[in-house]
C-alpha cells in the first residue's frame, strides 16, 4: 500500500447512548472493534449508495428492442419446461 492508501484520518461522530451500546455489541458480536465496525458498515453503504446511482446508457434501437422484449408475455420452451416442473414446496 502506498503512504497515499494507507494514511488515515479521524471522523468524529455524535451519537446517543443508546445507538453507540448497539454499535458496541454488534462489533463485539463480529471480533471488531467499535471503529473497525463502523468503517466497515460506512463503506459498505457508501458502496451500495453509489451502485444505486449507475446509469446504463443505450443507443434508441437497444431501448426499443427491451422494452418490446419486456412487453412479450413470457413463452418458449425453456420457460415452459422451467414452470413445469414441481416446485420444491409442493413435494
Known amino acids: 500500500m502506498s503512504d497515499t492508501n494507507s494514511q488515515t484520518r479521524a471522523v468524529n461522530l455524535r451519537v446517543r447512548d443508546d445507538i453507540r451500546s448497539l454499535i458496541d455489541r454488534a ?42 422484449i419486456l412487453d412479450k408475455p413470457p413463452g418458449n420452451e425453456g420457460f415452459d419446461r422451467l414452470m413445469s416442473v414441481t416446485k420444491p414446496w409442493r413435494t
Open 27 to 68: 462489533a463485539k458480536a463480529h471480533g471488531k472493534t467499535r471503529s473497525d465496525f463502523m468503517i466497515d458498515a460506512a463503506r459498505r453503504a457508501a458502496e451500495e449508495a453509489l451502485l444505486d446511482q449507475a446509469l446504463v446508457s443505450v443507443d434508441a434501437e437497444s431501448y426499443d428492442h427491451y422494452l418490446d
